[in-house]
């Protein structure tokens, strides 16, 4: 068994190094960041369980320079931690948000709340503090590729405890008019 969870843990090292090496070569594009985030709350809210999902979004477009794909798998990550800790009837809400020159992707759920003093860690590959169930390792490596893909787009990533579990914020430049 420990050989196997090894196995897997250095598979999954693997496939984080790939990913790192391929953001350098995808191609960026302008793009509504808003809508992206309402097109993948609407596509999404059908696999989410007993777990509502909402998107809350300026009025008028975001828009953003960078990679829709790698974005949406950045949401993608933020959205599947956050249900992987919002109990059965609970909420996740996605929000977007504009200040000044910065386009801001914010995942908040219903749950614990982190730790403030841990929560710039969680970026960090291999950092987990979600149960495994059975062999099957947490490998905590969706936050670390979050990280990879807002660093790519010259963005951020943060987390805080909130009034009502906790929040994953995703910041970048907006795109110059």
Do not use: W
């Amino acid at each position: 068994q420990g050989t196997r969870r090894l196995n897997r843990i250095l598979q999954a090292m693997s496939q984080a190094a790939r990913l790192e090496e391929s953001l350098i070569d995808e191609p960026f594009e302008r793009f509504d960041l808003a809508a992206l985030a309402a097109d993948y709350c609407a596509t999404r809210r059908e696999t989410c369980g007993g777990v509502r999902l909402e998107c809350e979004r300026p009025p008028r477009p975001v828009p953003v320079n960078g990679s829709p794909d790698l974005v949406a798998q950045l949401l993608d990550k933020l959205v599947d931690n956050a249900l992987g800790f919002t109990p059965t009837g609970g909420g996740i809400d996605v929000r977007v948000e504009v200040d000044g020159t910065t386009a801001r992707l914010e995942v908040e759920n219903d749950g614990p709340r982190i730790d403030e003093a841990g929560a710039g860690e969680l970026f960090d590959p291999m950092v987990s503090y979600r149960q495994s169930a059975g062999e099957t390792p947490h490998l905590g490596l969706g936050l670390f590729i979050a990280r990879l893909i807002a660093e790519r787009h010259g963005g951020r990533m943060s987390a805080r405890p909130t009034r009502r579990g906790s929040a994953f914020r995703f910041e970048m430049p907006c795109a110059d008019d």
